[in-house]
């Protein structure tokens, strides 16, 4: 195995990031960030005061998720600073379903989970995405890849509702 050393990250002969504390591998140098910082180094840049157990995050974005989510009558982090996710709501556009979310990632990841399960294949985490070969972590991240990988074996009504999850703005 021919490894590159760039900065703190090591690279292997397919030029993906190796985890120089358990050898994991990720394609990208801001996902081996997170697993290192995450796994290994216990750095949570933010954390929620606002709940009893003050869970932490690595992320802005996820952090001010969590606020507009679980605290929506106080979603900012300060007085100065404005959550983009507060307030923002999207629903499903299946007009016999009432889920809502706030955020277009979920609302696609509701979508392929609830309504797409004649032409999503199931997830299996020990196998790969029967469309490309790509693994995935969580059942959550391969459903949304899939609402693009098995695109072509949606009914109409589906590949219709799909358009509008992509092109909505918040409701």
Sequence with gaps: MTEVITSKYIRNEHNH????????????????????????????????????????????????????????????PSDKEKNMYAGLEFNCPDPECTHSTHTKANLRIHFARTHAKTWI??????????????????????????????KKDAPPEHLTMLTRIAMKASE
Excluded at 17 to 24: D, E, M
């Design 17 to 76: 990031f190796v985890c120089p504390h358990c050898g994991i591998t990720e394609k990208h140098q801001n996902t081996m960030l997170y697993h290192i910082e995450s796994k290994h180094e216990m750095k949570f840049r933010f954390e929620c005061t606002q709940c009893d157990d003050a869970p932490k995050f690595l992320q802005k974005c996820t952090y001010l998720h969590h606020l507009a989510t679980v605290h929506p009558e106080n979603p900012h």
């Design 121 to 150: 294949p199931s997830y299996t985490k020990t196998k790969a995405c029967t469309g490309c070969n790509k693994t995935f972590a969580s059942s959550s991240a391969y459903l949304y890849h899939s609402t693009e990988c098995f």
